[in-house]
């Protein structure tokens, strides 16, 4: 597969671009190509050991997205932008999920399992049980993060607005759309559409600390 980068200056020019957005226009769907693209995206989206523990439901049904404006302090965004993502954590991480992944592994790589035995055992004592003080329940919900940037940098540099939700109610969503029962656990949404023309805050001039202040070189 070649390998054909952005430019710097446009890498740069998106991230300068892209704002949380407060207010969407609700009437510029996402299309359903460019869907497609950010939809990858989530699933290329790099994990510790690769396990990929997460799911991510995506909401465009105008009624559910009614029923979770409710557990999401009012906040508009919720029902005026296109697709609702939900990220959820793989709860309670177990043997069974170690032995989905090297499945797949051989299955894509057309590999026996034998091979991957030394990779599995490794991952089994790292992850299972879970060691002495490491909560394997927020190590999944931190990798979920990965995917939540990843997914708002791909959309920037496509010219698709964002805007990363915490200040929802986790269980509310996980009973509305049955994330639950499927032994996930809603860690964070994000909201994927178009900005309103009237959105204050898309001129507002980005504020962040000079690089010298937080990038440090050693």
Known sequence: MSMQPISRELLLQQLQWRYATKRFDPTRPISAEDWAVLAEVLVLTPSSFGLQPWKFWVVTNPEVKAQLLHHSWK????????????????????????DRHVARVCEIRNEPLEKHAGYRKSMIRALVPPPAGF???????????????????????????TCPMEGIVPAEYDAVLGIAEQGYKTVVACVAGYRAADDKYAVTPKVRFATSDVVVEV
């Open 75 to 98: 906040q508009s965004q919720i029902v005026d932008g296109s697709h609702l993502v939900v990220m959820a954590a793989k709860k309670d991480l177990s043997a069974d999920d170690v």
């Open 135 to 161: 909560d394997i329940n927020e190590w999944a919900a931190k990798q979920v993060y990965i995917a939540l940037g990843n997914f708002m940098t791909a959309a920037a540099v496509m010219g698709i607005d």
